[in-house]
């Protein structure tokens, strides 16, 4: 279902691995993966879906408006994770090394396909 949009997005970033596209429940609901050996997108995803509710709670009590994006750079992985709904989020992991720039913008630039197949 969202796995061709998924698929456009990791294939089109240097460096990326994997996206998977997740509720904020931990639940994964489609997930493509270009290097599978590298890293478990959705037990990656599962982890962080916990934060990204943390993030958005500490947003709301701010009042500094909804959380859209959220970035996570380890040492041996990058993670940029973006708000496609109130309840749903797409993460795409890449390596260190990988253009992160890139994954942002084609992130928001899949947000609407990805909203319309919600």
């Known amino acids: 279902m969202f796995a061709e949009t998924l698929r456009k997005v990791v294939d089109n970033v240097d460096g990326a691995l994997a996206a998977v596209i997740m509720g904020l429940d931990g639940i994964p609901v489609d997930t493509y993966v270009r290097q599978a050996d590298r890293v478990d997108v959705n037990t990656v995803g599962m982890e962080f879906s916990f934060i990204i509710s943390q993030v958005r709670k500490a947003g709301d009590s701010l009042q500094v408006g909804g959380l859209e994006e959220l970035a996570?750079?380890?040492?041996?992985?990058?993670?940029?994770?973006?708000?496609?709904?109130?309840?749903?989020?797409?993460?795409?992991?890449?390596?260190?090394?990988?253009?992160?720039?890139k994954a942002r913008f084609l992130a928001r630039m899949a947000q609407p396909a990805l909203v319309a197949q919600l």
């Open 72 to 101: 996570v750079k380890a040492q041996r992985l990058v993670l940029v994770c973006r708000m496609i709904s109130p309840q749903y989020f797409v993460a795409i992991a890449m390596a260190p090394e990988g253009n992160f720039g």
